[in-house]
């Protein structure tokens, strides 16, 4: 294994906030989200895609039950 380390904070954070968009069509009352990993695809030496695996913290609203 090699670990490299460098700055991609806007690319990571444009998959988290897709994700969490995502998850908010279903999700209501999302308060809180930790990255538990940050990954990408890489093909001919260029990176193709970035994910983010996130978990979330929600609310639930038993005002509805």
Known sequence: DLRM???LGDVYKAAI???ISEASKTINYISEVKVIDQTANIQDGKIT???AEIELTFYI?????
């Open 17 to 19: 906030v897709q994700t």
């Open 61 to 65: 609203d038993h005002s509805n039950m």
């Open 5 to 7: 380390s460098r700055g």
């Open 49 to 51: 895609e970035y994910f």
